[in-house]
């Protein structure tokens, strides 16, 4: 399949050839809304794309995360017109029974020649009422249906820059034509590419409510010339024309769901981390991005996104070799450990089970690091155990976990292990070292995180291991709840023991964290300078009684102390930070005479 993408002048090329097709294949996936609820053990919004045609490609990406996705997509072929109807029942065969809901990429024009204004006067209906049929008579007849993906971009047949009367007409044919057919309940899908890409008022292009059920949005990690930087690449996201904010607002303007139908990594020229790259005339991008893996399961969360197809192929891949420290982000945001709240070691077993990998022409699928499980597999267990010490703020953590057979007395399995340490607020910390790979004869796998990368402002953490599975044994996966203590802190007072009624005074408190590698004390600390005997006034600091720590001291500047003969008792307390708990003085006392 031939794919450019484009947003504001960004290019974007991929090529991707299935194995036995002589022609490149113009058509993206769709999502499907199949009938049924989701499935026990699937994440509801998450769909993928692995290779067409393989339905075991995406049970198995199902396995390396921990949980099945509940939409599954795939392309029909648009090479011809004759080649969409005379293959797609191959297509709907493949995927039959697969337990996933079907994305069908349909393309509105086909290679070999066509025109969008010829479409809208219905003189294609008839191949559409066929595709219709015999996705009835397989069981696809609930299916989403995603026509023209991309319209507004210039690398599909259908390019709709200017035709946009013409798009909406034929577009509303296909629709009318495909739900005349008995038995039919499908979902039309309408999604243009992310960005200004000089097509105008997108709304133009929009079919109407009657002609639309979801409305989605095509979004990949990538710039042209600069990516600026993760934090101001995603702002670009949002507010860009056409960006994700946009997308939000468009869809609840019309009353429809918000649906992701592609999005994922983009690794072209890039610093491989999200950061700052520039390479002239060029698409760049994020790279092996975690961050924004979590910013977009982030916004998919808070806008209560339908469905969100990742895009598994190619430059996006993600596994333990291809853009590690973003599956890792993953399979936390969206797999075994999303919404862990066990405090204690839990561990999920995958049953064994048989599945298929497509039929017919065959499927190409990406490799997760593992052979795609077959039948007769056998299941396996991942039992995380505590670290070697409690894990404080100052200090580095080190995790292990041990990978077994589910059969008792039964040799344990071999192969990948991909570990996750997720903050409370969503930020994936990798293992700065450790083992990804566990055998026979060493079934425990580690997890090492440096000093001082943990924090207690960011407790607690998930950590999340999955072992990714092997043509022996069903991939399985764990998680744990990780709290992360502060360090304790001692605070010190000086002040003259004897002061002359009428003079200033000044206190001085010294707050030292421990231990002193953990760095300075920040907050501040509160006086309190009470009389001892009765009838005796409290005295004020100058600024008040709560003085912000500055290099770790805090001073009381009093104005005036007396009358003469009295006592004061000094007090002072540390409010605490983030990094260190809090912490009173040992009484002080000033005598006036």
Not at 165 to 180: C, D, E, G, L, P
Not at 378 to 385: C, E, L, M, P, R
Request: charged letters at 10%.
């Amino acid at each position: 399949m031939f794919r450019l993408l484009q947003r504001s002048g960004v290019i974007r090329i991929t090529f991707v050839f299935s194995i036995l097709a002589a022609t490149v294949l113009t058509a993206l996936g769709v999502s499907s809304a199949g009938s049924g609820a989701t499935a026990a053990g699937s994440t509801g919004k998450l769909g993928v794309y692995v290779g067409y045609q393989a339905p075991g490609g995406v049970s198995s990406f199902g396995r390396a995360v921990g949980k099945q996705p509940t939409f599954a997509m795939d392309f029909l072929d648009g090479a011809s017109w004759s080649a969409l109807v005379n293959t797609a029942p191959s297509y709907m065969s493949a995927w039959k029974g697969s337990g996933h809901t079907m994305i069908w990429g349909l393309p509105m024009l086909p290679n070999s020649g066509s025109s969008l204004g010829q479409g809208a006067t219905g003189v294609y209906n008839s191949y559409f009422l066929q595709l219709a049929q015999d996705m009835v008579a397989a069981g696809q007849g609930s299916s989403v249906i995603r026509p023209g993906w991309e319209f507004n971009g210039g690398w599909f047949p259908w390019a709709a820059n200017g035709q946009a009367a013409a798009f909406v007409a034929y577009w509303q044919q296909i629709v009318n034509t495909m739900r005349s057919v008995p038995g039919q309940d499908f979902t039309f899908e309408w999604n243009p590419t992310a960005g200004d890409q000089g097509v105008g008022n997108l709304a133009n292009y929009y079919p109407g409510n009657a002609y639309v059920d979801d409305i989605g949005l095509d979004l990949y990690d990538q710039s042209w010339g600069t990516f600026a930087g993760i934090a101001s690449q995603w702002n670009t996201y949002l507010t860009e024309p056409y960006g994700l904010n946009w997308l939000a607002s468009f869809a609840a303007s019309r009353g429809k769901q918000i649906t992701l139908p592609e999005w994922g990594l983009d690794p072209d020229p890039s610093s491989n981390d999200g950061g700052v790259v520039s390479a002239a005339n060029s698409e760049v991008g994020g790279g092996d991005d975690p961050t924004f893996i979590n910013d977009m399961a982030q916004w998919i969360t808070q806008t209560q996104v339908y469905e969100a197809t990742y895009w598994q192929y190619n430059s996006s891949l993600l596994s333990t070799r291809s853009n590690p420290n973003s599956f890792a982000a993953f399979v936390l945001d969206f797999g075994s450990g999303s919404g862990s709240t066990s405090s204690t070691s839990t561990t999920t077993t995958s049953p064994s089970g048989s599945t298929s990998s497509g039929s017919g022409a065959g499927g190409s699928s990406p490799s997760l690091g593992q052979p795609f499980p077959g039948s007769g597999q056998s299941g396996s267990t991942v039992t995380i155990q505590s670290p070697i010490v409690p894990v404080s703020t100052w200090q580095g953590a080190h995790f292990s976990a041990v990978v077994a057979s589910a059969q008792a007395g039964k040799t344990g399995p071999s192969g990948s292990v991909s570990w996750g340490v997720r903050s409370r607020s969503g930020v994936t910390t990798p293992c700065r070292s450790g083992s990804s790979v566990i055998s026979r004869a060493n079934p425990t796998t580690h997890c090492n995180v440096g000093a001082g990368v943990l924090t207690a402002a960011d407790s607690p953490y998930t950590v999340s291991v999955t072992y990714l599975g092997s043509s022996s044994f069903a991939a399985s996966s764990a998680s744990v709840t990780q709290p992360v203590a502060k360090g304790s802190s001692r605070i010190s007072i000086r002040t003259k023991a004897s002061v002359r009624s009428g003079d200033p005074a000044t206190i001085t408190a010294s707050v030292v964290g421990l231990p002193r590698a953990a760095g300075a004390a920040t907050g501040a600390v509160t006086f309190s300078v009470s009389p001892i005997s009765s009838g005796g006034q409290s005295l004020t600091c100058g600024g008040g009684d709560s003085v912000p720590l500055v290099s770790g001291v805090a001073a009381c500047d009093i104005a005036a102390v007396g009358p003469s003969g009295s006592a004061y008792s000094v007090t002072a307390t540390y409010s605490g930070d983030s990094t260190f708990t809090t912490s009173n003085s040992i009484s002080s006392t000033i005598t006036v005479h």
